[in-house]
Nanobody, 131 residues
């Protein structure tokens, strides 16, 4: 059974850090392009970061709003992708989702895939940044 499970969301203060985890079961994460998306109330889902599959060299990309604050990484031994988020701001408040894309087109630039091209999604984890 294919499953993605996110964890690590929490209520934090501005300037704090969080690390989100996305654990996969039923498939090998390394074979997929993995994206972290977020959705705030009343807003569209947006790409936070992605990492391309190993066959596409594991290239990483970030949304413009990240501006060096977040880092995506993959631990193949644990079949888990992480999103390290530093210098969190109130506008980062959202539900964060990880998703897996089979990368059939072998895109080096993983941001070329839209949300509809991701086959598997986790249930989401809430991140709230507030003083």
């Amino acid at each position: 059974q294919v499953q993605l499970v996110e964890s690590g969301g929490a209520l934090v203060q501005p300037g704090d850090s969080l690390r989100l985890s996305c654990a996969a079961s039923g498939f090998t994460l390394d074979d997929y392009t993995i994206g972290w998306f977020r959705q705030a109330p009343g807003k569209e889902r947006e790409l936070v970061s992605c990492i391309s599959s190993s066959s596409s060299d594991g290239n990483t990309e970030y949304g413009d709003f990240v501006k060096g604050r977040f880092t995506i990484s993959r631990d193949n031994a644990k079949n888990t992708v992480y999103l390290q988020m530093n210098e969190l701001k109130p506008e980062d408040t959202a539900v964060y989702y990880c998703a897996a894309n089979p990368d059939v087109l072998h895109y080096y630039y993983c941001s070329a895939y839209g949300p509809m091209e991701y086959d598997y999604w986790g249930q989401g984890t809430q991140v709230t940044v507030s003083s």
